[in-house]
């Protein structure tokens, strides 16, 4: 007997019929052997899916307008993820020191640069990343504001959106000292220095934000830190608020 | 099953028939009362005749749960059968017999523990519960014109994202990223800048002290941001019905992108005034 092997398609249709296939795919998936192009399958393989799962089985159908939402707010959740992917291959390549004897930070920086496969390109997205989350958020809450998303009973929502953006500005704004450039100590001195202006409490503030007077090596550490983990774990705490927000008060804004 | 094949003591239906009745019961419900209690007296009198008993009207029962397959084709054979002795006395005779006939289960009091299953129990349960009206929210939703998220909103996320995508790994492989000379704390370079979403706050240092325009100036507008929507009561989401709003967000929104391209690009050395196109652009990101 000649043994044929099977074709393509006939192999497809085994290995999804396997009982490794059918435990990672649930029912409804489309991944899974039998999906049917139906109303009942299409609910399913959003409710089955972990990453549609942040969606309801059905929107309005106005929300698919791209001139609603200009996907605004979920390409600022994109690039979130984007950027984590980004800053968690350059975290390998980088130190957060910049002592006398030398700068870590900078020279590690310059070897990114040069010297890491792929760390320029790497380096190029997070950095333009950042700067474009900072604008599509701005531009997310601009939209939530002109289509009236704010109302009740998305009130809270608007308010856990402002904190989001307020996070997303430090994290910009933490992440812009690292190079430890001529750049980013002097854009951080100036934007740290109006701290010393706060009222009553001007030092411990200075202090609090450089871990010194001036912008040194404790304000890069310290800065490292809130750029890597304080912030970015604070900020999806705040981001799961604001899905979950979405999803109870009825799903999109609107129609208008 | 009929009544007449219920096993009955008949001593103690009598004489509880006759206190009742001296009581004043109405004589339906003292037959009824007496009825019970003469055969549960019979059942303690005859223990093995009455789990007989129980397991010949529970037998029926279950064969008709699971269909009636195989083992139990002998049961609900004699259902019917018992069912057409009765039909003489008429249906609704036959519906209250088969009440009472229905073995009575006592059920153990609770104990607070988590119930143990019986052996033999079937895996499935019913669960049935009251429900006062109180306890029903309505939620009153129009279905409204909905379509489903799969594949509709999901293809359109995954364009918008790739396109960003391509657009940014493009932009990235053609365009570095600044990286100056080694930070150096005793070379101020001329203008310093703070990063471009600042350089607004930046430029209103020029007309105002410090304070006002790096502490109360951001916290206003933080504050007045967070508090919109309990300041705007207007219910409707429409643009003609929110004229004020919209025109007083516009002013402001645009007032702060001025003063950020202002500092962006008409500040140099200084940070004195510049023209772009003549003197350069004094601005990194």
């Given amino acids: 007997m000649k043994l044929k092997p099977p074709s393509p398609s006939d192999l497809g249709d085994r290995i999804r019929e396997t009982e490794v296939w059918k435990s990672i795919f649930r029912p409804g998936s489309i991944f899974r052997k039998g999906y049917k192009d139906t109303s009942r399958d299409r609910a399913l393989a959003t409710m089955n899916n972990v990453l549609y799962h942040l969606h309801p089985v059905k929107v309005k159908r106005h929300g698919l307008k791209l001139t609603y939402t200009f996907c605004l707010g979920g390409l600022s959740f994109f690039l979130f993820i984007l950027l984590t992917i980004t800053g968690i291959f350059l975290m390998f390549f980088y130190r957060p020191t910049a002592d006398i004897g030398g700068a870590q930070a900078f020279t590690d920086m310059q070897s990114i640069r040069t010297s890491v496969f792929f760390g320029d390109l790497v380096r190029n997205l997070h950095r333009w990343g950042a700067h474009l989350m900072v604008f599509t958020v701005t531009l997310h ?116 | 099953m009929a009544k007449e094949d219920t096993p009955l003591d008949q001593g103690v239906f009598d004489s509880t028939l006759e206190a009742e009745l001296a009581k004043g019961t109405d004589r339906r419900v003292a037959e009824g009362r007496a009825r019970s209690a003469a055969v549960r007296a019979y059942r303690a009198a005859n223990p093995e005749e009455a789990a007989k008993h129980e397991a010949a009207g529970a037998k029926p029962a279950a064969a008709a749960a699971t269909g009636g397959d195989g083992g139990g084709a002998a049961a609900p054979a004699a259902a019917p059968a018992a069912a057409a002795a009765s039909a003489p006395a008429g249906a609704p005779v036959a519906v209250a017999a088969s009440a009472v006939t229905t073995p009575v289960r006592e059920a153990p009091l609770p104990t607070g523990n988590v119930p143990t299953p019986k052996k033999g129990a079937a895996d499935k349960h ?160």
């Fill in chain 1, 141 to 256: 809450m601009a939209r939530v504001f002109y289509t009236g998303a704010y109302k009740p009973p998305r009130e809270f929502n608007w308010v856990v959106g402002v904190i989001l953006l307020f996070l997303t500005l430090g994290l910009s704004f933490t992440g812009y000292l690292l190079p430890w450039d001529q750049l980013a100590i002097w854009a951080v001195t100036v934007g740290t220095s109006l701290a010393g202006y706060s009222p009553f409490i001007a030092k411990q503030a200075n202090f609090l934000l450089l871990g010194g007077v001036v912008v040194g090596p404790e304000t890069l550490l310290r800065w490292y830190t809130l750029h890597v983990i304080a912030l970015p774990f604070v900020l999806v705490i705040f981001l799961a608020v604001h899905f979950w927000r979405i999803r109870k008060d009825g799903g999109i804004s609107g129609p208008l």
């Fill in chain 2, 126 to 285: 019913r669960l049935l519960a009251l429900v006062p009206p109180e306890g029903i929210q309505r939620v009153e939703r129009e279905q409204g014109d909905r379509v489903n998220v799969w594949p509709h909103l999901l293809i359109e996320e995954f364009v918008a994202m790739f396109i960003m995508l391509a657009g940014l790994t493009f932009f990235s492989v053609f365009i570095n990223a600044p990286l100056r000379e080694l930070a150096n704390p005793n070379l101020t370079p001329n203008p310093s800048k703070a990063p471009w979403y600042f350089l607004g706050l930046q430029e209103l240092l020029r007309y105002f002290h410090p304070m006002v325009a790096g502490i109360t100036i951001p916290t206003f507008i933080l504050v007045g941001l967070a508090a919109v929507p309990f300041v705007d009561r207007n219910p409707s989401v429409k643009p003609g019905d929110r004229k004020i709003a919209i025109t007083l967000f516009t002013i402001l929104f645009m007032f702060g992108g001025v003063l950020t391209i202002i500092g962006s690009f008409f500040r140099g050395p200084g940070y004195n005034w510049v023209w772009p196109w003549a003197q350069g652009v004094f601005f990194e990101l």
